[in-house]
């Protein structure tokens, strides 16, 4: 079955360490997302990608970073510049020029 | 984000009665996004509008798209517990909106549907 997968679900880790979170996709789409969720609010678009070894920021880019170097992967790696990085979040990928995206099952990050 | 806002921010109804969501935008768009979320989860597509006036329906779920293209509305008929989640909508305010091509979500809507 096609589909994007996240690994793992729920990631502990400590103040000042990075963190790289996993994202997979054999949808065989060319454009991929990641966002945070904070609770009670809506998606925040971290970065994106459209094409491989290409990728744009998002809105709220600050403290993290990602790679493309396959089509069907986007990891997303949380420094310890990040001030905030507990939180949800999600994986995204889509046809090129189009804004349906499809997403992945989530990512819990807490960092104590 | 303020150019996209959805009320109410969370609803509770009594299975088997009607719910309207309501997202309205600060500008015109090109496309609005209905996802469905359930607690913990990923996102999963619901409905794409488009054009002034459409209306689409999947099951008991109808969203529509108003005239002037600024405010979508996503109203359940007859709401059931599997009903209960986080809807989003998802904006797109021009096709070749300075290059970005990604959604703007608004804030969701948490619906309870109490047996």
């Known amino acids: 079955d096609g589909g994007i997968t996240q690994s793992p679900k729920y990631l502990f880790r400590k103040e000042g360490q990075n963190v790289t979170l996993s994202c997979e996709q054999n949808?065989?789409?060319?454009?991929m997302y990641w966002y945070r969720q904070d609770p009670g609010q809506g998606l925040r678009l971290i970065y994106y990608?459209?094409?491989?070894?290409?990728?744009q920021k998002g809105d709220i880019a600050e403290g993290y970073s990602v790679s493309r170097e396959k089509k069907e992967s986007f990891p997303l790696t949380v420094t310890s510049a990040q001030k905030n990085p507990t939180a949800f979040y999600l994986c995204?990928?889509?046809?090129?020029?189009?804004?349906?995206?499809?997403f992945g099952p989530g990512t819990r990050l807490t960092v104590t | 984000s303020q150019e996209l806002e959805q009320s109410p921010q969370s609803l509770i109804v009594q299975e088997g009665k009607n719910l309207t969501i309501n997202c309205t935008s600060s500008?015109?768009?090109?496309?609005l996004y209905w996802y469905k979320q359930k607690y913990g989860e990923g996102l999963i597509f619901l409905m794409m509008?488009?054009?002034?006036?459409e209306e689409k329906s999947h099951e008991k779920i109808t969203a529509k798209l108003d005239e002037k293209k600024q405010q979508s509305s996503l109203h359940i008929t007859a709401s059931q517990p599997s009903h209960a989640g986080i809807y989003l909508c998802?904006?797109?305010?021009?096709?070749?909106?300075?290059?970005?091509?990604?959604?703007?979500f608004g804030s969701g809507t948490r619906l309870q549907v109490q047996p």
């Open positions: 949808l065989n789409h060319d454009a």
């Open positions: 998802g904006a797109v305010w021009s096709p070749m909106d300075t290059g970005r091509r990604a959604l703007t």
């Open positions: 995204a990928s889509s046809r090129l020029l189009s804004y349906e995206q499809y």
């Open positions: 990608s459209q094409i491989v070894n290409d990728f």
């Open positions: 500008k015109t768009l090109y496309g």
């Open positions: 509008l488009q054009k002034g006036g």
